[in-house]
């Protein structure tokens, strides 16, 4: 029997994971839940699924549902260490961390010194000190299945070729990564981007996703985080890594290895197939997901990214390459830019240009971020970006 954690179940990757171990069986059961404000879903999901440990780290959410919470189940206080707490269960087969931003570093830390397997949707840990994570991972026995799709298509390619994850074998076989994005809401739209709103950013042609991912989306942020997490995770230099426009979303990603033969992950764009897999690994189960039809699958189409009209992509990739903390204060300042989108203080195409400001006031490292260096990092990044927003000198950025 499977023993569950999720974190952040009322966002997008934990709500269709509880939906997946809703259709699973009594051979998966949830041990522990944890959200932020969503309220009414969080009381709903604890009292169908009854876990023994569940957290809110709102505290006005704390407040309002500590009275309503199942018989059985113990409400943690609304802190990190709640969450730090339910990562390392003892009795916690698999940890999904579905959290949004840097949150999810210190539970992921968690569960990892506890040496177990984390299902991780939040990209954000592996992009800010990836290396030093899996390197943690083998210190500690514990092991990264990782949930977005893009990342688990990879996954999946190499799945076989290795025992306990040791991907430091298998990166000298792989000629390059094949990592696919639909090109989001502003592919091919022909307007300025000046004048984007958010509504407009919000409405991916393909995933149903957070505010956050989706904004991310629109700008191919996510993928550069993306390149750097898969970067991270497989042990592959920048070059090997190669980001492509699909639009269909048919191909989630593909590897191609040393004899020039290529693996690819296919199917239609459902999260529940890559987080399913997290869940019953290394085995596989039937899913409600809609089969893909390769004769209604009439062209698949790939195009190469245009930088210097998604210019968040163009800063992620020099991220990548420089290493060290600057992929740290990339993703910080990307959350403080793209909240000030969401909340109309900022235009579309002023994300890069805050993002960029902030990354030329950043120390250039190079090397290894360890975990205190990502997480220093990752503060003054936000108290730059919050500074740099305020006295407006994003503006007179020209990248």
Excluded at 334 to 344: M, S
Aim: hydrophobic share 45%.
């Amino acid at each position: 029997m499977k023993q569950i954690v999720i974190l952040g179940s009322t966002g997008s990757i934990g709500t269709s994971a509880l939906d997946v171990i809703s259709r699973l069986g009594s051979d998966y059961q949830v041990l522990g839940l944890s959200a932020n404000n969503n309220t009414d879903l969080f009381l709903a999901q604890m009292h169908a699924f009854k876990p023994r440990f569940a957290a809110v780290l709102n505290p006005a959410s704390y407040e309002k549902i500590k009275d309503q919470v199942p018989q059985g189940t113990r409400l943690l206080p609304p802190e990190i260490d709640s969450l730090m707490f339910m990562a390392s269960l003892p009795s916690a087969s698999l940890v999904i961390n579905g959290v949004v931003g840097a949150v999810g570093f210190m539970p992921l830390i968690a569960a990892i010194k506890a040496g177990k397997t984390i299902a991780l949707a939040n990209k954000e840990p592996m992009v800010m000190a990836g290396r030093t994570i899996m390197q943690e991972c083998e210190r500690w026995q514990a092991a990264i299945i990782p949930v977005d799709s893009e990342p688990s298509a990879v996954f999946q390619c190499l799945c076989g070729m290795t025992n306990e994850h040791d991907y430091n074998k298998i990166a000298p076989n792989i000629s390059r990564v094949f990592l696919t994005a639909s090109g989001g809401p502003f592919a091919k739209y022909e307007g300025a981007l000046d004048d984007v709103t958010p509504e407009q950013a919000l409405k991916h042609p393909r995933w149903k996703m957070g505010k956050k991912i989706t904004i991310d989306s629109a700008t191919l942020m996510n993928k550069g985080f993306e390149k750097i997490e898969i970067m991270n995770l497989f042990n592959l230099p920048d070059e090997k890594v190669q980001i492509v426009i699909h639009p269909q979303s048919i191909v989630h990603s593909a590897v191609e290895f040393n004899d020039s033969a290529i693996l690819a992950q296919m199917g239609e764009p459902d999260m529940r197939v890559p987080i399913q897999y997290a869940i019953t690994y290394p085995q596989r189960a039937p899913s409600p997901v809609k089969k893909l039809n390769l004769f209604e699958t009439a062209k698949l189409e790939f195009f190469k990214p245009d930088l210097a009209r998604f210019v968040c992509l163009d800063l992620a990739l020099a991220a990548a390459r420089t290493g060290g903390i600057t992929p740290a204060v990339l993703s910080a300042a990307d959350e403080i830019a793209v909240d000030a989108f969401l909340n109309g203080q900022i235009k579309f195409t002023d994300i890069s240009k805050l993002i960029y400001t902030v990354l030329r006031k950043s120390p250039s490292t190079g090397g290894v971020a360890t975990i205190n260096q990502a997480l220093e990092a990752d503060q003054w990044a936000r108290e730059t970006a919050l500074a740099v927003l305020q006295d407006g000198s994003y503006k007179k950025s020209v990248i």
